[in-house]
């Protein structure tokens, strides 16, 4: 499975951004989707998860500010972050897995599929 991610870019404080990742299959009707992210020296930090059946989950960092959706239509799934903060401030990858025990934001962490990584910089 190959994820095509596309959007992040520079923004100032309070600013938006949307990222959007799309997989080159979804043969499993079930699969769980979503973003995390890698600033550096820093681990991998779950951001948000889309579950196939529609549930959604957040990092308690992102939650309120942060919104992911799937769009049916064209297969791909969207990260809408406003309200940025300069702690937001990483590289955000794409992760994709239909063989998941939980669908969370800190489970796509260790996924199988991952998108090249978008870098997302917040700064005035």
């Given at each position: 499975?190959h994820?095509?991610?596309?959007?992040?870019g520079s923004?100032?404080?309070g600013?938006?951004?949307?990222?959007s990742?799309?997989a080159s299959?979804y043969?499993?009707r079930?699969?769980?989707?979503g973003?995390?992210?890698?600033?550096?020296?820093?681990?991998?930090e779950?951001v948000?998860?889309?579950?196939?059946?529609?549930?959604t989950n957040?990092?308690?960092?992102v939650?309120?500010?942060f919104?992911?959706?799937?769009?049916?239509?064209?297969?791909?799934?969207?990260?809408?972050?406003?309200?940025l903060?300069?702690?937001?401030t990483?590289v955000y990858y794409?992760?994709?897995?239909?063989v998941?025990?939980?669908?969370?934001?800190?489970?796509?962490r260790?996924f199988?599929?991952?998108g090249?990584g978008a870098?997302v910089?917040?700064?005035s």
């Amino acid at each position: 499975v190959h994820l095509s991610e596309s959007g992040g870019g520079s923004v100032q404080p309070g600013g938006s951004l949307t990222l959007s990742c799309t997989a080159s299959e979804y043969r499993y009707r079930s699969y769980c989707m979503g973003w995390f992210r890698q600033a550096p020296g820093n681990e991998r930090e779950g951001v948000a998860a889309f579950k196939s059946d529609g549930a959604t989950n957040y990092a308690a960092s992102v939650k309120g500010r942060f919104t992911i959706s799937r769009d049916n239509a064209n297969n791909t799934l969207y990260l809408q972050m406003n309200s940025l903060k300069p702690e937001d401030t990483a590289v955000y990858y794409c992760a994709y897995d239909p063989v998941f025990l939980d669908c969370d934001s800190d489970s796509l962490r260790r996924f199988k599929y991952l998108g090249q990584g978008a870098q997302v910089t917040v700064s005035s």
